[in-house]
């Protein structure tokens, strides 16, 4: 498994924008595909963005199409760049990683703790 962690959660207007870091320190992360879920209380963990291993190919759920952007940088680093938030009951994000560009959760072997995004409206 592949350690990850993310940061730069916390409490933002609405409307405001948010960029989360998902940071590993495996030597040949680079090789994952990773992409950023988000989960509400009393709700399923839903995929919002991912990234192939390059980063050549870029997935987004309807719902942020236009507002996130997932990007990598060539080491060990992936982000999500949050824009236009909307307001509701605070979510979790979290990053995950494995082998080829995967959208369910179920799919995912490593897991980041997750960072919490609350949106005040």
């Known amino acids: 498994q592949v350690q990850l962690v993310e940061s730069g959660g916390g409490l933002v207007q609405a409307g405001g924008s948010l960029r989360l870091s998902c940071v590993s320190s495996e030597r040949l992360f680079n090789r994952y595909a990773v992409a950023w879920f988000r989960q509400a209380p009393g709700k399923e963990r839903e995929c919002v963005a991912g990234i192939t291993y390059n980063g050549e190919t870029t997935h987004y759920a309807d719902s942020v199409k236009g507002r996130f952007t997932i990007s990598r940088d060539n080491a060990n680093t992936v982000y999500l760049q949050m824009n236009r938030l909307n307001p509701g009951a605070p979510s979790v994000y979290f990053c995950?990683?494995?082998?080829?560009?995967?959208?369910?959760?179920?799919?995912?072997?490593?897991w980041g703790q997750g960072t919490q995004v609350p949106v005040s409206s």
């Open positions: 995950a990683a494995d082998y080829g560009l995967r959208l369910a959760a179920d799919d995912f072997t490593s």
